[in-house]
């Protein structure tokens, strides 16, 4: 069975701008995935500042969040759009950084190495995802982290297999690709490929969440049904369950890059972790 072969090219989103803008941020999908996000990232966030490298930043969303606590920033997209957009975020919220209109790839070879490297739902977009990734990585500096957030393969599979009907023949001779919407990515990626390139590469897992788990599954009149804050609570109390979190439809990497002059025993920092025991639905929740 023949797939529409993959771009040569990493995409740039200037022709999704409104697309993305709609489906991603103005809705619970959106809301849900910052807050997560949002919960990985702010024991870092609350710490002393850091240099942030947002690569792929977008509307520089998250970058703008790590700005308004004093974080330097540096973000780049290829896209000339969704860049101008975030340049606008910020002078709105006269917060300072330096955004560059050039692919990550040129970006990294002309920065220091940083303490904080969040690469979020670039990577199902690229021609060359690992050979990126490794790129993008080698920016973060010993002791310091990446934030990779991606979208999940094993959640493409999952939800096109609940649809069922002529989508089963190319879920089964993988030929998926090009048959669904726009916004489906060419490259999705396996969270244990990536934790493993991860570990490889000198980094430690240090939080896992999968970016809705149930939502997502459900049909429209389930949904319907639902109450969205019953919902949410649902959502977050599988996940970071094993399981549950590697079948979101986007997964949350949060790594530190180990120091490898420093001795193995060395205390790793405070990040909160998360224990599936303390994320009861009676939990006070941060919002
Ligand atoms: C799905 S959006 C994610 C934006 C943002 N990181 C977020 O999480 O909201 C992917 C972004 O990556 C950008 N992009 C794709 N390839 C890139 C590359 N090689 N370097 C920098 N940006 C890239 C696209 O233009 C697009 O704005």
């Given at each position: 069975?023949?797939?529409?072969?993959?771009?040569?090219?990493?995409?740039?989103?200037?022709?999704?701008?409104?697309?993305?803008?709609?489906?991603i941020y103005?809705?619970?999908?959106?809301?849900?995935?910052?807050?997560?996000?949002?919960?990985?990232?702010?024991?870092?966030?609350?710490?002393?500042?850091?240099?942030?490298w947002?690569?792929?930043?977008?509307?520089?969303?998250?970058?703008?969040?790590?700005?308004?606590?004093?974080?330097?920033?540096?973000?780049?997209?290829?896209?000339?759009?969704?860049?101008?957009?975030?340049?606008?975020?910020?002078?709105?919220?006269?917060?300072?950084?330096?955004?560059?209109?050039?692919?990550?790839?040129?970006?990294?070879?002309?920065?220091p190495?940083?303490?904080?490297v969040?690469?979020?739902?670039?990577?199902?977009?690229?021609?060359?995802?690992?050979?990126?990734?490794?790129?993008?990585?080698?920016?973060?500096?010993?002791?310091?982290?990446l934030?990779?957030?991606?979208?999940?393969?094993?959640?493409?599979?999952?939800?096109?297999?609940?649809?069922?009907?002529?989508?089963?023949?190319?879920?089964?001779?993988?030929?998926?690709?090009?048959?669904?919407?726009?916004?489906?990515?060419?490259?999705?990626?396996?969270?244990?490929?990536l934790?493993?390139?991860?570990?490889?590469?000198?980094?430690?897992?240090?939080?896992?969440?999968?970016?809705?788990?149930?939502?997502?599954?459900?049909?429209?009149?389930?949904?319907?049904?639902?109450?969205?804050?019953?919902?949410?609570?649902?959502?977050?109390?599988?996940?970071?369950?094993?399981?549950?979190?590697?079948?979101?439809?986007?997964?949350?990497?949060?790594?530190?890059?180990?120091?490898?002059?420093?001795?193995?025993?060395?205390?790793?920092?405070?990040?909160?972790?998360?224990?599936?025991?303390?994320?009861?639905?009676?939990?006070?929740?941060?919002?």
């Amino acid at each position: 069975m023949s797939q529409k072969p993959k771009p040569l090219a990493d995409r740039n989103f200037d022709k999704m701008v409104t697309k993305f803008a709609n489906r991603i941020y103005g809705t619970f999908k959106g809301q849900l995935r910052l807050e997560l996000l949002q919960e990985d990232l702010g024991a870092l966030r609350d710490g002393a500042p850091m240099d942030v490298w947002d690569a792929g930043c977008g509307f520089g969303q998250m970058a703008l969040w790590f700005g308004e606590q004093g974080h330097r920033i540096t973000g780049c997209d290829i896209s000339e759009k969704m860049l101008a957009e975030a340049q606008d975020r910020f002078a709105k919220a006269e917060i300072e950084a330096t955004l560059i209109q050039a692919p990550a790839q040129e970006v990294a070879a002309t920065l220091p190495p940083q303490d904080l490297v969040l690469f979020h739902a670039v990577i199902e977009w690229l021609a060359k995802p690992i050979e990126t990734l490794e790129i993008v990585a080698d920016r973060v500096r010993p002791s310091g982290h990446l934030s990779l957030l991606f979208f999940n393969h094993h959640g493409l599979i999952y939800r096109n297999a609940l649809r069922g009907s002529w989508r089963l023949k190319y879920l089964l001779e993988e030929a998926w690709y090009g048959k669904g919407k726009n916004l489906t990515p060419p490259h999705p990626q396996k969270p244990e490929e990536l934790i493993a390139w991860l570990q490889k590469h000198g980094f430690e897992i240090i939080a896992h969440t999968g970016i809705r788990v149930f939502h997502d599954y459900m049909e429209d009149e389930a949904r319907n049904g639902s109450d969205m804050e019953e919902l949410r609570l649902l959502e977050r109390k599988y996940c970071r369950e094993e399981t549950f979190r590697d079948m979101g439809r986007y997964v949350h990497l949060l790594a530190k890059k180990r120091d490898e002059g420093a001795p193995r025993s060395a205390p790793s920092c405070s990040i909160r972790t998360f224990h599936p025991t303390i994320m009861g639905v009676s939990e006070p929740f941060a919002m």
